[in-house]
């Protein structure tokens, strides 16, 4: 089974410039997540589809930040237009949804390799 | 007050030791708990979860939970060279809604052959 999968792996684009990032989470799983790590801090959580609807997000840092997930397979984070401080590492995690699992499965996210994004 | 906290190390231990790390976290309401294993440049990988006081083992790995003190534990048995490597504490969010993990800032392991 393939696991959550990221693209680009790296992108450099100077600032005021457009990025998209796109996330294919593994198959079947109706969550899916996004967080970022910026340079010395920890993983911090962005927001959470559930299908193709925002459940959560909260982590969202400002509107220059657009999460979509047209269909509820894969989702784009667009950044538009991009500042220095949005450098960083985009992770993208998916979990399980289906009625009957326990709690604790559906909390069991798995990550994507990540997209490194250099904005100069 | 970070919501989940670690010490950020790096923990050294002899090839064979018992590597001890340790998590702590502010919301009581959180029912899962995760430990994740991150080589350098590379993505979260998930080790062990946990929900119930106690302890819970696979392999070489011993997760502990103790709720009433807010504290999670990893214990690595026969610690290689190959589990050096940073270990995230992760806690599910509490009450009706899930989802949103929150992340300590990591412990680096180092194991010296």
């Known amino acids: 089974e393939a696991g959550v999968t990221q693209f680009p792996s790296h992108s450099v684009i100077e600032k005021g410039q457009t990025v998209t990032l796109r996330c294919d989470p593994i198959s079947g799983h109706d969550n899916l997540y996004w967080y970022r790590r910026v340079m010395g801090k920890e993983i911090k959580f962005l927001l959470h589809f559930v299908k193709e609807s925002k459940q959560d997000e909260s982590g969202m840092p400002n509107n220059r930040f657009l999460a979509e997930r047209t269909g509820g397979t894969y989702s784009t984070l667009k950044v538009q237009p991009a500042e220095l401080e949005d450098s960083g590492v985009y992770f993208c995690?998916?979990?399980?949804?289906?009625?009957?699992?326990?709690?604790?499965?559906?909390?069991?996210?798995?990550f994507g390799p990540g997209t490194r994004l250099l904005v100069l | 007050q970070k919501e989940v906290e670690q010490n950020s190390g790096p923990l050294s231990v002899p090839e064979g030791a018992i590597a001890s790390l340790n998590c702590t976290y502010s919301d009581r309401g959180s029912q899962s708990f995760f430990w994740y294993r991150q080589y350098s440049g590379k993505s979260p990988e998930l080790i062990m979860s946990i929900y119930s006081n106690g302890d819970k083992e696979d392999g070489r790995f011993t997760a502990q939970l103790n709720k009433a003190s807010q504290y999670v534990s990893l214990l690595i048995r026969d610690s290689q060279p190959s589990d050096s490597a940073t270990y995230l504490c992760?806690?599910?969010?509490?009450?009706?809604?899930?989802?949103?993990?929150?992340f300590g800032q990591g412990t680096i392991l180092t194991v010296h052959p």
């Open positions: 992760a806690a599910a969010a509490g009450g009706t809604s899930y989802g949103k993990l929150t």
């Open positions: 995690a998916s979990s399980q949804e289906e009625r009957g699992v326990p709690r604790v499965e559906k909390e069991t996210q798995y």
